[in-house]
C-alpha cells in the first residue's frame, strides 16, 4: 500500500500562535538571513552591527507601511555592493555612499507613486525579462573581480568553503539546507583556526554591549548618480520577490496591500539604512524559502526576527569577532554567490522563453551586457555620470520601450 506523506497545515496571518513558537520561528528566520545580511558590510567596509540594526528597522517600517499584512524580511542588498566599494574608494568615503543609497530609496519612493495612479502592469511593461535578465548578470558578473581578489588571498581556504558551501546546498536537508552561507562560513573559519590564520587583535577593545557605530550621511552629486540609478535594477528584484511571497502564501499582495505599498516600504528602509550608515535593503528571497519549507505564513514572526537582529547588532564582540573571519573565506562563499546571480539572470531568459533569434532581443540584450560590465561612464555634466549597471539598465529599458517588434 503506497504512502503519501500529507502536507503540513499553513498557520496564516491571524492564525493563532503561542508566543513561545513565535520565538523559535523568529529565531530561525533570522539565522537565515544572517549569514548574506553581514557578507554585505564585510565586502563594502561599512559597519557589520549596524547592518544588523538597519535591517531589523528597515523590516519593522516596511511592516508598518505595508499594514503588517506582507510576510517578508529585509536584508543587505547585493546589487549595491560594487557601487558602494567604487564611491568609498574613489569619491569621497562610504559617508557619500550613504547619502546615495538615501537617495536610492527616494527613487523607491518615487516609483511607488508613480506605479499608485499608473498601476502594476506599469512595471511589467517597464522591466520585461528581456531587460530584467541581462541586468540581473551583469550584477553577479560585476562582482566576479572582488571575489577573486579575495579568494586570492588564500585559494586552498576559499576552494574548501566553495565546496563546503555547495554539498550543503545539494546534500542537506530541510533546515540546514537554508544555511549553506553560514555553514560554510564556519567551515572555512574553523580550517583557518587550525592553519592558524586568525587574527583575533582586532577584538582588542571590543565591549560585549555597545549601540552600533552609527555615522551620519554626506552627499555628493557623483556618488548620488553611481548610486541612486541601481534602484532601478533592484525594484525589478523586489517587484519579483513580491510575487513568489505571493504564490508561496498563497496570497496577491500586489493587490492588497498593493506594490505600490511594498516599494514605498523598501524604499523607505533602504532610505533608514542610508541614513544610519547601514547597506541598501532589499527584500530575502533566503526568507521566502523558509515560508515555503514551514508554511508558517503569518507576518509577525517577520517581526520577531527584526527585534532578534536589533538585539544582536547591540553585542559589539560579535561585530569584531566577525571581522576576524579570513578574507579567503569569504572569497570562497562570494564565487559561488556572485556566480549564482549571473545565473539566476541567465534562468530568467530562459524560463521566460525569451527569443534571442530576435534581433531586437539581441540587440538590448548586447547593449545591457557590454555597458554594465564593460565600464563605461557616460558624464551628463555637473559631476552627474551614469555608469556600468545604471547605465545599463537604463539604456536596456529605453532600448525596449523604443525599438519595434521584429516582424
Known amino acids: 500500500m503506497e504512502m503519501k506523506a500529507e502536507a503540513l497545515p499553513a498557520i496564516r496571518r491571524g492564525d493563532p500562535l503561542p508566543w513561545d513558537k513565535k520565538l523559535v520561528f523568529g529565531l530561525q528566520h533570522m539565522f537565515t538571513m544572517f549569514g548574506a545580511t553581514v ?19 528597515g523590516t519593522l517600517l516596511f511592516h508598518l507601511v505595508t499594514k503588517g499584512k506582507v510576510p517578508v524580511y529585509l536584508g543587505s542588498s547585493f546589487a549595491f555592493i560594487s557601487v558602494i566599494i ?8 562610504l559617508q557619500y555612499a550613504q547619502g546615495g543609497i538615501i537617495i536610492a530609496g527616494l527613487v523607491y519612493a518615487a516609483m511607488a507613486l508613480l506605479v499608485y495612479f499608473a498601476g502594476a502592469k506599469f512595471i511589467a511593461r517597464l522591466f520585461p525579462p528581456i531587460v530584467t535578465g541581462p541586468i540581473i548578470m551583469v550584477i553577479g558578473l560585476n562582482l566576479a573581480p572582488v571575489a577573486i581578489d579575495m579568494a586570492s588571498k588564500g585559494w586552498g581556504v576559499a576552494i574548501f ?16 539546507r537554508m544555511l549553506p552561507v553560514l555553514i560554510g562560513l564556519a567551515a572555512g573559519y574553523i580550517l583557518s583556526l587550525i592553519l592558524g590564520i586568525v587574527d583575533f587583535s582586532v577584538m582588542e577593545g571590543a565591549r560585549w554591549v555597545a ?8 552627499f555628493d552629486w557623483t556618488a548620488i548618480s553611481l548610486i541612486a540609478p541601481v534602484a532601478i535594477v533592484t525594484m525589478v528584484e523586489h517587484f519579483g520577490d513580491i510575487l513568489a511571497v505571493g504564490a508561496t502564501v498563497e496570497d496577491d499582495f500586489v493587490k492588497d496591500p ?42 509577525s514572526i517577520m517581526r520577531v526576527a527584526a527585534v532578534f537582529a536589533i538585539a544582536l547588532s547591540l553585542i559589539e564582540k560579535l561585530g569584531f569577532l566577525i571581522r576576524t573571519i579570513p578574507t ?80
Open 161 to 176: 568553503t566553495l565546496i563546503v558551501v555547495a554539498l550543503v546546498n545539494i546534500f542537506f536537508k530541510g533546515f540546514f
Open 39 to 57: 557578507l554585505v558590510p564585510i565586502l563594502t567596509g561599512l559597519n557589520i552591527t549596524v547592518a544588523l540594526a538597519t535591517a531589523g528597522l
Open 328 to 407: 579567503a573565506v569569504i572569497g570562497g562563499i562570494s564565487i559561488v554567490l556572485f556566480g549564482m546571480i549571473a545565473a539566476i539572470g541567465i534562468r530568467t531568459v530562459v524560463e521566460n522563453r525569451v527569443d534571442m533569434k530576435l534581433s531586437r532581443n539581441l540587440i538590448i540584450a548586447s547593449v545591457i551586457l557590454v555597458l554594465g560590465i564593460g565600464g563605461a561612464v557616460l558624464d551628463l555634466g555637473g559631476g552627474i555620470k551614469l555608469a556600468g549597471m545604471s547605465l545599463a539598465a537604463i539604456s536596456g529599458i529605453i532600448l525596449n520601450l523604443i525599438l519595434p517588434a521584429d516582424r
Open 211 to 218: 549601540l552600533p557605530a552609527f555615522t551620519a550621511p554626506k
Open 86 to 93: 567604487l564611491v568609498g574608494k574613489e569619491h569621497g568615503g
Open 258 to 299: 498593493g506594490i505600490h505599498r511594498t516599494l514605498l516600504g523598501d524604499g523607505l528602509a533602504t532610505s533608514l539604512a542610508g541614513l544610519l550608515g547601514g547597506p541598501p535593503n532589499t527584500t530575502y528571497s533566503e526568507n521566502t524559502g523558509v515560508l515555503a519549507l514551514t508554511r508558517v505564513w503569518e507576518p
